[in-house]
């Protein structure tokens, strides 16, 4: 397997995030948007949300070497799957980032050659193979 790099619209690699803010919380970050800091809501979010994952980059990143994720993009096309399955191989997928199965794979194939998924962040494959493989995801 590789890691590849696909170009993809923005909408494909952001995922919408739906938060429950207090209305204090939420009159101060509207505040601060009215006083120019920031553009808009999302922004601010968005900010905040960078700042703390700089601050803990660094459990990220050991985090990610002890339990052998993927960082990033992984993606696994048809042709990738039938090589494993011809030598009789599974896989363990775990990612942090983004997993994508191609479009072109049947349920049955992602059954018999991914045996679990972890995906931290997003997966993107087919709604029958999401389906077909879903109690292996977790």
Known sequence: MSVHELRRKASDTTEKLTINLGVVDL?????????????????LIRTAIRNQLAN????????????????????????????LQEKGEVLQIQVLGLASI????????????????????ALHASKAVKAA??????
């Not at 803990?56 to 090589?83: C, F, I, M, N, P």
């Open 56 to 83: 803990h980059a660094e459990v990220v990143k050991e985090t990610v070497a002890r339990k052998t994720y993927v960082l990033g993009l992984q993606h696994y096309s048809r042709s990738d799957l039938e090589a």
């Open 27 to 43: 009159g101060q970050i509207d505040l601060l948007v009215q006083e120019g800091f920031y553009s808009n809501r999302s922004d």
């Open 133 to 138: 493989l879903a109690d292996r995801t977790y």
């Open 102 to 121: 191609a479009e072109d794979v049947s349920p049955e194939l992602a059954l018999a050659t991914i045996d679990s998924i972890v995906v931290l962040g």
